[in-house]
């Protein structure tokens, strides 16, 4: 385990109504169609072995932007749809949560049987990344939910989640095979879950010496080894606060869609005709495929492109959601066209986002910016798992 610290998911046992888990499956296969396209398959695993970068996802795509439901339903929502494209993207997803876990397996080797791929020696790597994070690190968790992804290359990366029922948390663990050299010596890309303490960690590279006096007593290869571990963590609080986000750049995003059209910003044209609203889920989204790893350190930002579920930030504003995604699938239709000039634009999009932050004052309108969206819900067809948003009696607000 890899000293890049720790975070709290509280537990949610709330579920992902229909009408959102398509648009989730829709938009989480326009993400990784651009990341491939535009970076290749294999840093598609790159990205989803960064627990931030994960994060970020899940909230953009409209999940509850701080729990622990965000593993099981991006990772539902991707398998969905990205496999039904494996052959042409080389993306494949195994696993999931339960019974699905258990049949990883059976799916490695099917696609092995397709790819040409070694099937056994990804079963071994999908049961030793199990075996680690559920038996050799004994730190309070249960393994119950596995996701093995990999790519035709035969690289491949593991989300997978623990549950403590004693801390109500979660505790999520990710793997990339291009940078583990060893199943019991720092093996994680990073460990995501509250910090309960010491923990007993047997795959630590510090426990070498204890590993081999552990084989000459008992013959065994796990170690024993306490370590005290960073931390990040995410908040209980449901709702999303000042505090939770770089109001710097969350302001930048704002201010350059309300504020500014694309008409302004040379090579944006492209995007010309998009509402506010609409190219300001656009920005986050664009950051979300084309960010550097520096810039998903704080995933609430992200619920500001569509919302959540429950309702925090506000709710999901489905006819936004819809629109986002049709620009992305016509950008990517277009670009195996040979036409680049709209992907190009949003690509351009977090670049022109990034480059307004430069000398952009934050200012304490952020419980005004939560009000108003939720004041306009309505209007963009608002939708929690309480029901659609209904139109306010008071007067209209003001953003700025």
């Keep these: 385990m890899k000293r890049s610290g720790i975070a709290d998911l509280p537990?949610?046992?709330?579920?992902?109504?229909?009408?959102?888990?398509?648009?989730?499956?829709?938009?989480?296969?326009?993400?990784?169609?651009?990341?491939?396209?535009?970076?290749?398959?294999?840093?598609?695993?790159?990205?989803?072995?960064?627990?931030?970068?994960?994060?970020s996802l899940g909230a953009v795509m409209g999940m509850d932007w701080h729990s622990s439901g965000i593993t099981t339903s991006v990772m539902g929502a991707l398998k969905r749809s990205v496999n039904q494209h494996s052959k042409e993207?080389?993306?494949?997803?195994?696993?999931?949560?339960?019974?699905?876990?258990?049949?990883?397996?059976?799916?490695?080797?099917?696609?092995?049987?397709?790819?040409?791929?070694?099937?056994?020696?990804?079963?071994?790597?999908?049961?030793?990344?199990?075996?680690?994070?559920?038996?050799?690190?004994?730190?309070?968790?249960?393994?119950?939910?596995?996701?093995?992804?990999l790519s035709s290359s035969g690289k491949w990366a593991v989300v997978q989640q623990g549950m403590s029922a004693q801390s109500k948390t979660a505790r999520r663990y990710h793997w990339h095979s291009e940078q583990l050299t060893s199943f019991v010596n720092d093996p994680h890309t990073f460990i995501y879950g509250q910090n309960t303490g010491s923990i007993l960690n047997m795959a630590d590279k510090q426990a070498d010496s204890s590993r081999k006096g552990i084989m000459q007593i008992a013959g065994e290869n796990p170690d024993t080894m306490l370590k005290e571990i960073g931390k990040l963590t995410m908040p209980a609080h449901h709702d999303?606060?000042?505090?939770?986000?770089?109001?710097?750049?969350?302001?930048?995003?704002?201010?350059?869609?309300?504020?500014?059209?694309?008409?302004?910003?040379?090579?944006?044209?492209?995007?010309?005709?998009?509402?506010?609203?609409?190219?300001?889920s656009l920005a986050l989204v664009s950051e979300v495929i084309h960010g550097t790893p520096s810039r998903f350190k704080d995933p609430a930002r992200f619920s500001f492109a569509h919302g959540g579920k429950d309702g925090h930030p506000f709710p999901v504003p489905t006819k936004v959601y819809d629109e986002t995604i049709g620009v992305l699938q016509t950008a990517i239709h277009k670009s195996k066209l040979g036409l680049n000039e709209k992907n190009e634009a949003i690509r351009r999009l977090t670049q022109v986002a990034q480059r307004a932050e430069e000398n952009f004052t934050p200012n304490a309108n952020f419980d005004k910016v939560i009000e108003e969206e939720r004041h306009n819900s309505w209007k963009y067809g608002g939708r929690t798992v309480f029901g659609k948003a209904q139109p306010p009696k008071q007067q209209q607000l003001k953003l700025f």
């Design 89 to 149: 993207l080389g993306i494949y997803i195994c696993g999931g949560k339960g019974n699905h876990s258990r049949r990883t397996p059976e799916e490695l080797i099917k696609v092995s049987e397709t790819t040409g791929l070694d099937g056994n020696h990804l079963v071994k790597c999908s049961k030793l990344s199990a075996k680690v994070d559920n038996t050799a690190i004994q730190d309070g968790f249960q393994l119950y939910t596995h996701n093995f992804i």
């Design 240 to 280: 999303v606060r000042a505090k939770d986000v770089d109001l710097k750049r969350l302001g930048a995003v704002l201010w350059l869609a309300h504020e500014k059209q694309p008409k302004d910003f040379e090579g944006l044209l492209q995007l010309q005709g998009l509402g506010p609203r609409t190219l300001q």
């Design 11 to 55: 537990l949610h046992y709330g579920y992902v109504p229909a009408w959102l888990a398509e648009r989730m499956a829709k938009l989480g296969l326009a993400v990784v169609e651009n990341i491939v396209l535009d970076y290749g398959r294999d840093e598609v695993l790159r990205r989803l072995s960064d627990p931030f970068w994960f994060q």
